[in-house]
């Protein structure tokens, strides 16, 4: 199940876990919609793949067991090694190439 960590691992900007400003790649890195957008070109700095809206887990159970209550979010930030501008660079070397086809 995702961790739904916390922080935009650009700009440490708050993801909390019904955020729809936050995206993951297929490794789970995360990273605010702004970042995507304007730094990362949809190309995550850490693999080259692509991004997609991080889903909402539901805060209360629904079906039994099963809700934020029952496996909450990560309170462990990550933060890239990479800085904003090596990402920018990164990206840039990459973003006219779908993330279907890197």
């Known amino acids: 199940m995702l961790e739904l960590r916390p922080t935009c691992e650009c700009c440490n900007c708050p993801l909390p876990p019904d955020s729809e400003q936050a995206w993951i790649c297929s490794y789970e890195c995360t990273f605010c919609q702004h970042c995507v957008e304007h730094i990362l070109q949809n190309v995550c700095p850490n ?3 692509g991004f997609t809206a991080r889903p909402i887990r539901p805060k209360q159970a629904y079906r039994p ?10 309170n462990k930030a990550v933060h890239s090694r990479y800085s904003p501008e090596d990402m ?3 990206s840039q070397s990459l973003k006219a ?6």
């Not at 067991?65 to 990560?74: I, K, M, N, R, Y």
Request: hydrophobic share 25%; aromatic share 4%; glycine share 14%.
């Open 47 to 49: 693999c080259g793949g």
């Open 65 to 74: 067991g099963v809700s934020l209550l029952h496996q909450p979010a990560s």
């Open 88 to 90: 920018q660079t990164f």
């Open 97 to 102: 190439i779908r993330p279907s086809q890197r």
